[in-house]
Nanobody, 123 residues
Framework: QVQLEEHGGGLVQAGGSLTLACAASDRIFSDSFMGWFRQAPGKEREFVGA????????WYGEPAKGRFTVSADGARNVVYLHLNKLRSEDTAVYYC????????????????WGQGTQVTVSS
């Protein structure tokens, strides 16, 4: 039973950076992974990146290529999403999630979800 809470969303200018954090109440120690997704109004939820608690990976979706990075602090049960070179198209609610089976870029692979944090990029 895992509870997740995202922090760090807000308003940022295009070209700027923002770091999101996801605090987990418990760690899934066996073959678990943490994912980041985002969803804009009228759009499907899309995969951003993922990492294992042992720091295997990370793996990225197309939106993250060359701009975003995922890292984990196992000692504190926190995963981060570093958003760089932000564009207006990055405006969305960003979610972290925990899973242990399936393809890590599939929404259905995740069992636990945070409430999300809003990221708004102004141009």
């Amino acid at each position: 039973q895992v509870q997740l809470e995202e922090h760090g969303g807000g308003l940022v200018q295009a070209g700027g950076s923002l770091t999101l954090a996801c605090a987990a109440s418990d760690r899934i120690f066996s073959d678990s992974f943490m994912g980041w997704f985002r969803q804009a109004p009228g759009k499907e939820r899309e995969f951003v990146g993922a990492i294992r608690w042992v720091s295997d990976g990370p793996w990225y979706g197309e939106p993250a290529k060359g701009r975003f990075t995922v890292s984990a602090d196992g000692a504190r049960n926190v995963v981060y999403l570093h958003l760089n070179k932000l564009r207006s198209e990055d405006t969305a609610v960003y979610y972290c999630a925990a899973g242990s089976t399936g393809q890590l870029n599939w929404v259905r692979s995740y069992d636990y979800w945070g409430q999300g944090t809003q990221v708004t990029v102004s141009s």
